[in-house]
């Protein structure tokens, strides 16, 4: 059998994520881990009987692998697609997409310009419970939307500042923000409110602790996403949806959808991310394509989220049109 060549740019937590979901596919072979912690990508290498590089070039240039999964901090994205890119690679990287909405598109004209497969790790689009949802809301659409992020304080030192992450709702809620797009359509303005409370804990954090972003969707529907990093526990993670006599609670772990009959729970079935990365995988091997999220369609999300953190920032309303990089 013909294998899939992978190589890894990164390798932290969610690397290690995709390491072990590629691991269990027949056709796949990682041949090459990079990252700017040598000792990190030499970990994985030996637990795939791969190679380390602490360069990413050096990496591609040896191995020569037919795609690449990136899986680096927000503040990292930019130069490493753009070199794949120019390279012909298709590539899978996880969000959110960048820092900035200008790196994001600059990326995203190299990938069309090479017609390049990519996926971005959106993996609630793979949940069984989203296409459930999809199906209730087809001939009963969503009119108000609540959504949360109520979490608490992720722990890399790059996470709590605004310039290396983007702030909570570029880097954490992006999931949520990315739902609301898939099941109630395309945002045209956002309204949102920051705060941010000094904790003697976490001095040298300066992205918002808690926000609020008001949505108003084309379709007429209206929203409101809030987000905190304040606690120490994930007290919600979640998207509630409310229609024409119906109320659907989503979150990564289950579905409940309220007619009024009550409140029947069930849990989601199978790895969202086994099948984000197999329909990669399938895709770069020629089969059809039924990657839910490429970098194109992220790249919307993207925007959204800039669009939540620049209102925040400004305290005046955004309309997603005027967004640029």
């Known amino acids: 059998m013909t294998q899939t060549r992978i190589g890894f740019i990164g390798a932290g937590g969610i690397a290690n994520r995709h390491v072990d979901v590629l691991r269990g596919f027949v056709d796949v072979q990682i041949v090459g881990f990079s990252d700017v912690a040598q000792e990190r990508a030499q970990e994985l290498a030996t637990r795939c009987d791969a190679r380390a590089y602490a360069d990413y070039r050096a990496m591609l240039d040896a191995e020569g692998p037919d795609a690449v999964f990136i899986c680096v901090p927000p503040f990292a994205h930019g130069d490493l697609e753009l070199e794949i890119a120019n390279r012909g690679l298709p590539f899978f990287v996880e969000k959110p997409l960048a820092i900035t909405l200008a790196t994001a598109e600059q990326v995203a004209a190299a990938i069309d310009a090479h017609d390049l497969i990519t996926g971005v790790g959106y993996h609630w689009r793979y949940l069984d419970t989203i ?6 809301l087809r001939d009963n659409p969503a009119r108000l939307v609540l959504g949360y992020w109520l979490d608490s304080t992720p722990p890399p030192a790059w996470w709590g500042r605004e310039e290396q992450s983007g702030g909570q709702m570029i880097e954490q809620t992006t999931h949520i923000f990315d739902l609301t797009r898939l099941l109630v359509g395309e945002v045209e303005r956002v309204f949102a409110f920051g705060s941010n409370t000094h904790r003697e804990r976490f001095p040298d954090l300066n992205v918002f602790d808690a926000t609020t972003a008001s949505l108003q969707f084309k379709s007429g529907a209206v929203g409101t996403l809030a987000s905190t990093y304040l606690l120490n526990w994930q007290h919600r993670v979640g998207l509630h949806l409310f229609g024409d006599g119906m ?13 009024g009959r009550g409140r029947p729970l069930r849990a989601a079935q199978g790895d969202p991310v086994v099948r984000q990365d197999r329909d990669f995988i399938d895709a770069v091997q020629g089969k059809e394509n039924r990657i839910r999220s490429p970098y194109s369609e992220a790249l919307k999300t993207h925007r959204l989220t800039i669009a939540a953190t620049q209102s925040a920032h400004a305290g005046i309303p955004v309309e997603l049109e005027a967004v640029d990089g």
């Not at 109320?247 to 007619?259: H, Y």
Request: hydrophobic residues 60%; aromatic residues 6%.
């Open 247 to 259: 109320a659907i609670e989503l979150s990564a772990f289950d579905i409940m959808i309220d007619v």
């Open 131 to 136: 296409d459930e949802a999809q199906a209730q």
